[in-house]
């Protein structure tokens, strides 16, 4: 393959297709193509420690010798602008072109906007690239009051960032439940109280309906109940939008992401796609989803590779997924929707506790707070296809461990997968 592999989008998916190519042993040319200007970097610290500390640099995902020791030819600030699919190019920004024999797409997402007055003044922004967190600093070191609009992970951990750093923080969410569906509501409760007693307001069932203004940086939200709050900083986080857009011109099926299949190639096989971006049917679930995680940019990313250099394994890995919300490690491995039943293991009060979802008698997942040990012994009963009984739960981790054990003992062949 002479014009090799041309990745789009160097984030977390781009930037591990591209290391696992060299790991699987490709040794073709390998080219990652990112729109923005930075050294590759993790974005998770960005709303959990970056925005509130001036000094704190950006965390990159690999050092800058690792592109050039691997032979990756990683290419900053260049936007791809089209797919010509048939003649195996891409037309990127300045007017080049580009050749590939395989495309991988890890275009990720963009911050879901709204139709708000005054959406458009300074001092409202939204939180997804280092250039986003770089602003979000420099106006909250000019801002007392903060209001966020949107009660999920992303909100939430600006929401207690913030407060930490001293600002008056207010939440409006619109539904009467934070964090969505993405959490059982004990869990959802739980943050709740934890953020109050921080400090942080929380407004649930409600919404803003427009953003006032001083000399065009905004001065204040005002909420669905009429409230005035005062806010010299806006920020919108009420999720993302895969950025499907390059593959949908090309005539790539698209379906709430771009569609792949279980090695990640789209309807175009050879071209694949990644991350944030993809979606897919879950091995674990049937349905069809979209993962916005670490994990899943990652492990897609290692699959892509190996889908290129000739395996034909399919993806299973695990789900899990982290937030840090103030004094609060959640950890959740599994997908817990359609769930009918739970166990709890810990104590709510002391913020040390695991939920364990059932549907019948099938663990369906796990959601932890401050107990890092049940999160990662649930990645490995999951991974290892054991759905222990609510009454094994109940004995607590040294019994999980043991029947875990015994569960592998009496099925060596599947526990190696
Ligand atoms: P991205 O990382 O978004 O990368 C996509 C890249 O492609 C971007 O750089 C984009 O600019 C570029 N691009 C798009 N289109 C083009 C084009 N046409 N040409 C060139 N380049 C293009 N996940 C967790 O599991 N735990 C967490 O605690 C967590 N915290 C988070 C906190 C924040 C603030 C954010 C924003 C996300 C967080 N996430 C977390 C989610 C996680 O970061 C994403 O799931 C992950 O970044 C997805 O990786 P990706 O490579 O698919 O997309």
Request: without cysteine; neutral net charge; aromatic residues 4%.
């Amino acid at each position: 393959m002479k014009n090799g592999v041309v990745i789009v989008g160097a984030g977390h998916a781009g930037v591990q297709a591209a290391a696992s190519l060299r790991e699987e042993g490709y040794d073709g040319p390998v080219i990652l193509v990112g729109d923005e200007n930075e050294l590759p970097y993790h974005k998770p610290p960005l709303s959990k420690t970056f925005i509130k500390d001036q000094q704190a640099k950006p965390q990159p995902l690999r050092g800058e010798a690792f592109y050039t020791g691997s032979a990756i030819d990683f290419r900053p600030g260049i936007r791809v602008e089209r797919i010509d699919v048939g003649g195996r190019r891409l037309e990127i920004s300045g007017g080049g072109v580009l050749p590939f024999d395989r495309l991988i797409l890890a275009t990720g997402a963009r911050p879901r906007l709204l139709p708000l007055p005054g959406s458009e003044l300074s001092g409202v922004v939204s939180l997804r690239s280092l250039g986003d967190a770089r602003l979000i600093r420099e106006l909250s070191a000019q801002s007392e009051e903060v209001v966020i609009l949107g009660g999920g992970f992303i909100g939430l951990e600006i929401a207690a960032t913030l407060t930490a750093a001293g600002r008056k923080v207010t939440v409006v969410e619109a539904v009467d439940r934070l964090l969505g569906r993405a959490v059982a509501p004990v869990i959802a409760g739980h943050v709740r109280q934890r953020l109050e007693a921080t400090g942080v307001r929380i407004l649930t069932g409600t919404t803003i309906e427009r953003l006032e203004d001083e000399n065009g940086r905004v001065s204040a939200a005002i909420t669905s109940s009429g409230e005035r709050l005062p806010a010299q900083m806006v920020v919108i986080g009420i999720g993302v939008v895969p950025n499907v857009e390059l593959a949908e011109a090309a005539g790539i099926a698209i379906g709430n992401g771009i569609r792949v299949d279980q090695q990640m190639r789209t309807s175009v096989p050879e071209i694949l796609a990644i991350g944030d971006a993809a979606s897919y049917r879950h091995w674990f679930t049937g349905g069809d989803v979209r993962l916005e995680s670490v994990q899943n940019a990652t492990d897609q990313a290692r699959l892509a590779a190996r889908t290129i250099v000739g395996h034909t394994d399919n993806y299973s890995a695990v789900p899990w997924f982290w937030s840090d919300i103030g004094d609060m490690k959640l950890q959740m491995v599994g997908l817990i929707a359609g769930g009918d039943s739970h166990v709890v293991l810990g104590d709510v009060v002391e913020n040390k506790f695991s939920i364990y979802h059932y549907a019948g008698s099938r663990l369906l997942g796990i959601e932890s707070v401050n107990r890092p040990g049940d999160h990662m012994l649930g990645r490995k009963m999951l991974g290892a296809g054991f759905s222990p009984s609510p009454q094994i739960v109940a004995t607590g981790p040294d019994g999980l461990k043991a029947a875990l054990a015994a569960f592998q003992q009496a099925e060596p062949a599947r526990a190696a997968g």
